[in-house]
């Protein structure tokens, strides 16, 4: 062990939007989605009621990044479909699926449903798509 260290001392910190949001249940490293050379964040929000009552968001923080931020900041905020998806449940990044030379990200929303029964669906985002 080679010590501890207060949270408070963080070098970025990212608070939530709104009471009950569940913001930071899920974070990923995103890779670089907007080709700029550093590495950017992906903060999932699974209750965010942005988009309807807990259809969930995930942020992405373009880097570097240091200080305090409110996910109301974020460079781009992605939105479930519908009320209860939770999107941002689970989100990950880092990959280039499509060989663009620029890093996606992927967000699940499990519960996802259009006839109610939580079938899920989990979304790949392209960038440079991210970005416009």
Not at 35 to 53: F, K, M, Q, V
Request: aromatic share 10%; hydrophobic share 35%.
């Amino acid at each position: 062990v080679y010590g501890t260290v207060s949270l408070g001392s963080a070098y970025a910190s990212f608070t939530g939007a709104a009471d009950e949001d569940d913001s930071g249940r899920d974070v990923a490293g995103a890779g670089d989605v907007n080709g700029d050379g550093y590495a950017d964040i992906l903060i999932g929000a699974r209750d965010s009621g942005a988009a309807g009552s807990d259809a969930g968001e995930a942020y992405v923080f373009f880097g570097p990044l240091s200080g305090a931020y409110s996910v109301t900041a974020a460079n781009l905020r992605l939105q479930g479909e519908m009320p209860s998806d939770e999107a941002g449940i689970g989100v990950g990044g880092g990959f280039d699926s499509d060989g663009d030379g620029y890093d996606d990200v992927i967000v699940g929303a499990h519960g996802w449903d259009n006839a109610g029964n939580w079938r899920g669906k989990s979304y790949v985002v392209m960038g440079p798509g991210l970005c416009n």
